[in-house]
């Protein structure tokens, strides 16, 4: 299958309630066009400067989300135009989105990364940490930031029970968090290799990229 036909199936499988965002990391604008064309709005990179840079040549109506790690010094760079920040993992961090945002008039929607998987590797919080944040007065004053779900990556291993029990993690702290902050509507968990899962244990955003575009030559 071409991008565009692998495009309509996905959007086939997930139906309306399920929101696909194709990471596009790596892969050339022609790439990313082909599949706008098949209808794709929502594309996802994991570098601000190649996220800028694509933003700069593509039609303005698709919505950017940066799924990386950020630092502070580099948001004011996606400031005027992401559309969703998957990654965040501290007040620090939200406090420099806000003033960016500010400065550009506009309000920026972002997720908190939780930590669900054993490496080390991976980026993000705890569950207990997100909740001071939410809960914090100084969350409470940022007027052009707002936390609008959580993200989570699920360790990298052929044990598909161990990625079902942490997407289950997120999932029911999810739900918890939920009934206290109604604001968060977005569960960001699931990639090429465990979006079937991750669905299953509740997801309502998933980011897929290499069963798109094709395998990438780096990361
Ligand atoms: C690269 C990336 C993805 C997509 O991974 P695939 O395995 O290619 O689908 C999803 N989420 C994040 C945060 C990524 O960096």
């Not at 161990?162 to 968060?184: A, G, H, I, M």
Request: charged content about 25%.
């Amino acid at each position: 299958m071409n991008i565009s036909e692998i495009i309509t199936s996905y959007k086939e499988e997930l139906g309306p309630d399920i929101t696909l965002v194709a990471i596009s990391k790596t892969k050339p604008v022609s790439d990313i066009l082909e599949a706008y064309n098949a209808g794709q709005r929502i594309f996802g990179e994991n570098k601000i400067q190649e996220m800028t840079e694509k933003w700069e040549a593509l039609p303005k109506d698709i919505q950017w989300h940066m799924v990386g790690h950020v630092q502070t010094n580099k948001v004011k760079y996606m400031a005027p135009f992401v559309s969703l920040i998957h990654a965040v993992d501290s007040l620090k961090l939200l406090k420099e989105i806000n003033k960016e945002a500010i400065k550009n008039n506009r309000s920026i929607d972002c997720l908190l990364q939780i930590k669900i998987a054993e490496e080390d590797s991976k980026f993000g919080i705890s569950v207990e940490e997100a909740r001071e944040i939410l809960h914090s007065e100084t969350y409470s004053k940022f007027t052009n930031v707002k936390v609008t779900g959580l993200m989570g990556m699920a360790t990298f291993t052929n044990d598909m029970v161990q990625v079902k029990n942490e997407f289950e993690y997120l999932k029911t702290n999810f739900d918890t968090l939920q009934k206290k902050y109604p604001e968060l509507k977005i569960l960001s968990m699931g990639m090429s290799s465990d979006y079937k899962t991750a669905i299953n244990c509740g997801s309502n955003m998933v980011r897929i990229g290499s069963s798109i575009f094709g395998e990438r030559n780096t990361h």
